[in-house]
């Protein structure tokens, strides 16, 4: 384990990076790079086998770290509580945090089983929807333009370590989808095959549409099957991403 470097200015250059990457959606962009703030996303992130550039702890915290902890990275940092305060987008701030390199820009991969995000909104439901794929066997999530930045500090902490097991493609068009191979099945709250009834192909791409205005016309004309979730309890729709969560184990359950 090499020693640790102590900062103590909130001047500090990486110090200063880390606000930005911690608070700004799209800072991820521009610098190549993500902050994963908590035992839980740090954790995640070794168990795919990644090793972060930098791992940065509160000095409270780092007289206590275990050891897998201490040993991620090559670089590492303490800092006083108080400035780890300052980096942390939340509420209670972790005493921990990882710096990781993002991957190449990836590209859609034709024949994978896919979910592609249509326009969506709340990080929250983004991220609910990568750990849904993941855990269902969606290993490429493909997002167009106009969905909540992937990789931003909400939507990492809404996935809870989903993404360093995804292949993520963000920024993509309607066009874009045009270079799948695999079945294109849409959700409707009023049309098309009840999804407990329905017979599902796999591979298949399933497209989750905007939280109010739900899959666009242009994806719907596209889409090989439309599916809808019965619901006797009368209610008009479902969220988002209870709804993927729904059709993604329909998907896995048949396979």
């Not at 409270?60 to 090559?74: E, I, M, Y």
């Not at 439309?226 to 729904?246: C, D, H, M, T, Y």
Request: with cysteine.
């Amino acid at each position: 384990m090499n020693a640790p470097t102590t900062i103590t200015s909130r001047d500090n250059p990486l110090l200063k990076r880390l606000r930005v990457l911690a608070q700004d959606n799209a800072a991820y962009r521009k610098q190549g790079q993500v902050w994963l703030e908590g035992d839980h996303l740090c954790r995640a992130l070794l168990a795919r086998g990644h090793r972060p550039v930098t791992a940065v702890f509160s000095e409270t915290f780092w007289r206590q770290a275990p050891h897998d902890l201490r040993d991620a990275a090559d670089h590492i940092v303490t800092v006083p509580d108080a400035l780890m305060a300052g980096i942390s987008g939340l509420e209670s701030p972790a005493g921990v945090g990882f710096v990781w390199d993002l991957p190449q820009a990836a590209v859609l991969q034709s024949g994978a089983a896919a979910v592609v995000l249509d326009r969506l909104q709340d990080a929250g439901n983004v991220g609910s929807i990568l750990r849904s794929a993941a855990a269902m066997g969606f290993a490429q999530v493909l997002a167009l333009k106009g969905t909540a930045a992937l990789w931003s500090p909400k939507v990492l902490r809404a996935g809870m370590g989903a993404h360093f097991g995804l292949h993520l493609v963000e920024g993509l068009s309607v066009d874009d989808l045009a270079g799948l191979s695999v079945p294109l099945l849409v959700t409707s709250s009023h049309q098309g095959d009840f999804l407990h009834q329905a017979r599902l192909p796999w591979p298949c791409a399933w497209v989750l549409g905007h939280e109010g205005q739900g899959v666009s016309p242009a994806l719907e004309a596209l889409a090989t099957q439309k599916v809808r979730i019965a619901q006797p309890g009368g209610e008009e729709s479902l969220n988002v991403a209870a709804a993927a969560a729904i059709c993604l184990h329909a998907s896995a359950a048949g396979r």
